[in-house]
């Protein structure tokens, strides 16, 4: 009992140290390039601007395995951030902007509860190859299918941001 008192208190302590000092919330829009998906389409309608990133105010659509679901994010701390990214077993998130930014497709994560989730996500960056149409994708096996080969659609470029992401229900 007492192992897990302290445990918990860890755990507190460690998401207490995680938080930003000035937090922003994910902001979304129409995406203009050819082939996007529609915003209004797949976009909640409760996502809060102006608010806190904790709750509703960061929640944000995401794709895995073909199926949307509805996740939160809130970005690290610089400091928490370099200590979490030594952690081999957290998750990635691929995106077109920086999840501070508004997203010109909806975000693809790689774990889901039951699929090796870890609260721990490191931000990748989706960047089309020049002559290649951008596009949705909708599972970390086509993101990392198309950074592959000899002619790659992509380029993946790890920003060493860490997320903590949670996953709060499917669309």
Excluded at 60 to 79: K, Q, R
Aim: net charge negative; charged share 20%; hydrophobic share 40%.
């Amino acid at each position: 009992m007492k192992t897990l008192a302290l445990g918990s208190m860890a755990l507190a302590l460690v998401l207490a140290g995680c938080s930003q000092n000035q937090p922003t919330a994910p902001k979304y829009g129409s995406a203009s390039r050819a082939g996007a998906v529609e915003a209004s389409a797949k976009i909640p309608s409760d996502v809060n601007e102006a608010g806190s990133v904790k709750g509703a105010g960061g929640q944000m659509p995401a794709y895995y395995d073909g199926e949307l679901f509805t996740i939160n994010t809130v970005e690290l701390s610089d400091v928490a951030g370099d200590r979490v990214a030594d952690n081999l077993t957290h998750n990635e998130i691929y995106v077109t902007n920086d999840l501070d930014e508004e997203q010109d497709f909806i975000p693809v994560i790689d774990a889901i509860q039951g699929d090796g989730f870890n609260p721990l996500w490191e931000q990748i960056l989706i960047v089309f190859n020049s002559g290649v149409t951008p596009h949705q994708f909708v599972s970390d096996e086509e993101v990392e299918d198309a950074a592959a080969g000899s002619r790659p659609e992509i380029t993946l470029v790890d920003t060493h941001e860490m997320y903590r992401c949670s996953v709060v229900g499917a669309k």
